[in-house]
Each structure stands twice: as structure tokens, then as C-alpha cells.
């Protein structure tokens, strides 16, 4: 479902951004923050967010940087988006709209974002929804080969570590971002107008190398931000996730091919997994009410 009016898209400065973002609900509702991942953008809870605000919570969802109208402050800084990033933002975000602490929820860059916050302050997560499980990585050691499907299914990280890659992701940018949506979700029928709502997101100017920065510097590839190395070290210790979380896994999620049990020891003793069928990557567009039972569940 589709709403027929788009919410009006707000912003708010942090130290490094001017962060637009969207917000449904009234004003003094529990705060619950939801986050979208690559490619993609807040479109992706337009059938979330309804719901969590008519149960009365204050839904807010922010465009990632690189993303739609955000904009860096500072022509200079670098267009980073490593993962120690990602997360900051989403803290910055919080101090910036005088938010203690909100529920959050996302996927990909989004459940990373997510999880991280839910590590560097625990004390501000009410409670965490991340789709795919832990997603923090450890940038500080080379990771090991993955079994082969999971390599092949990485393709398009291989493509961004070459300049090809980054030359193909400026003049291609559309074209390839439909063709993950198709392959990461291959049980999804969405239509054009669907895509086309999000793709202009994708004409951030910052969009080209902000992404090819995430992808290249997971693998070593890119220089890392100094100011962000003491985080980068603290997540590569792997601390685990203590607040109170649901996991969930796309049931055809054909980019993370691992389902239940990923990293499953990294969460409290007794937080639920589950594994949605007849989605794929792209969960919270594809099955909105999963996403909405399990927040309602962990933020009781």
C-alpha cells in the first residue's frame, strides 16, 4: 500500500550534515526511528510508518547521507560512509531533534546505522528491530573468503572496488539500482512508478562517492575518517547488542544468504529471530507488517 500524499520532508543540522528526514505521528509519541538502506530511501516505510504513528508513536525517518535532499555542511569534508559514519549519524540525528532515546529499526546501511547506535549507547535504544541480524563489520582485519553463492551474490561490491565500477554507478545509476532491487528481492513484482518514486534519491550529488566509499573501505580499500578510528576499533571488537531486539531475515533475501542464527550469540539470551517468507532483501516494502509487529513487540 502506497499512501497518496508524500509527508513533508523536514531537516535539521548536526555537526557534519543537514539531515532531511520525515516524520509521521504526533509530537510528544515515543520516538522511533527508521532507517533505509542502499539503494533505496525513506520510500521504503511508507507502509511502516502509518501504522506505528496511528499506535502513537513519533515515527521518524531520515535520508542516509548521500541520499535525497541530505547535504553535507562543508564542501571540504570528505564524502565518507564507512560504517562508524553511518552510525554517528544516526546519533547526531538524535541530539540534533533533542531525541534521549527512541526505538530503531532498519536494514542494510540502516540496521547497521542501527545496531551501532545500539552498541556506542545502549542507554538511548529502547529497543532495536534490525533486519538481517548483526551487519557490523570489522574494518580493521581482511575478512575471509565467504562460501562461493555468497561471493558471486556480492558482485556489485567486486564492481564498486574498481574505477569501472565507480564510472559505471555515475553514468548507470538508475539501471543498476533497478537491477538490485530485481536481484536481491527475485519474488518482488514491484512496478516502475514504484521505483521511480525513489530514484531520485539516487541524484544526491553525493550519492557516487559516498557509496563508493562504504563498499570500498569494508574491504580495505579506501582511507578511513581519523576522527571516526576509535569507533571503528570498538566495533571491531564485536561487542554484543544488549538492549532488547527482534531479528529479522527476508526468507529470499538473494545479497544475505545467511538466514537464522547469523551471529545469534551477539544478542541477549532469548531475543526472537525470524525468518519472513516470500520476501527478499528489500523487507520492509515487501512485508511492511512484519516490520510493524515486531517494533510493537520490543518497544512494549
Known amino acids: 500500500m502506497i499512501p497518496s500524499a508524500m509527508p513533508n520532508t523536514l531537516s535539521v543540522r548536526t555537526p557534519t550534515l543537514e539531515i532531511a528526514y520525515e516524520a509521521h505521528g504526533r509530537e510528544g509519541g515515543v520516538p522511533v526511528v527508521l532507517l533505509h538502506g542502499f539503494p533505496d530511501d ?3 516505510f511508507d507502509a511502516v510508518a502509518p501504522p506505528l504513528a496511528s499506535a502513537g508513536y513519533r515515527v521518524l525517518v531520515p535520508y ?3 541520499y535525497g535532499p541530505t547535504r553535507f555542511l562543508d564542501a571540504a569534508e570528505p564524502r565518507m560512509a564507512q560504517q562508524a559514519a553511518i552510525g554517528q549519524d544516526l546519533l547526531d540525528f538524535m541530539d540534533a531533534l533533542g531525541i534521549p532515546g527512541a526505538g530503531l529499526a532498519g536494514y542494510d546501511w540502516g540496521g547497521r546505522a542501527a545496531c551501532i547506535a545500539a552498541i556506542l549507547a545502549p542507554e538511548r535504544v529502547r529497543a532495536l528491530v534490525t533486519i538481517g541480524g548483526y551487519n557490523v563489520q570489522n ?5 575471509p573468503p565467504a562460501p562461493v553463492a555468497q561471493e558471486r551474490a556480492y558482485w556489485y561490491q567486486w564492481y564498486f572496488n574498481t574505477e569501472r565500477g565507480r564510472a559505471g554507478l555515475e553514468k548507470n545509476r538508475r539501471e543498476l539500482c533497478k537491477l538490485l532491487w530485481r536481484e536481491w528481492s527475485p519474488t518482488w513484482k514491484f512496478d516502475d512508478a514504484e521505483f521511480e518514486r525513489t530514484a531520485p534519491s539516487f541524484d544526491n550529488p553525493d550519492f557516487v562517492p559516498v557509496v563508493i566509499h562504504s563498499y570500498r573501505h569494508r574491504h580495505g580499500n579506501a ?7 576509535a569507533i571503528e576499533r570498538r566495533l571491531a571488537a564485536r561487542a554484543p547488542i544488549t538492549v532488547p531486539a527482534l531479528i529479522l531475515h527476508g526468507g529470499d533475501d538473494a545479497v544475505s544468504l545467511l538466514r537464522a542464527g ?3 550469540a551477539l544478542f541477549s ?3 526472537e529471530e525470524r525468518v519472513v517468507p516470500g520476501c527478499g532483501h528489500f523487507l ?4 511492511p507488517q ?3 509487529d515486531a517494533l510493537l513487540k520490543v518497544l512494549r
Open 262 to 264: 547469523k551471529e545469534r
Open 290 to 292: 512484519a516490520v510493524v
Open 223 to 229: 582511507a578511513g575518517d581519523p576522527r571516526l578510528d
Open 42 to 44: 525513506p520510500r521504503a
Open 64 to 66: 542516509l547521507r548521500g
Open 269 to 271: 539470551a532469548g531475543t
Open 284 to 287: 520492509p516494502r515487501e512485508k
Open 139 to 143: 574494518t580493521l582485519a581482511p575478512s
